[in-house]
């Protein structure tokens, strides 16, 4: 259950973080290391 939170919560901050390196047409330095 826990786990599964986490990958929702990590899929979200992903999604936002590439929606504004796009948006601003820059690199964000994204950790693509999913939690354990």
Known sequence: ??????A???E???GR???RS???RKPVLIDVRKPD
């Open 8 to 10: 929702i919560i990590w």
């Open 17 to 19: 973080a590439l929606e």
């Open 12 to 14: 979200r901050d992903f």
């Open 1 to 6: 259950m826990v786990r599964d939170v986490q």
């Open 22 to 24: 796009l948006r601003e």
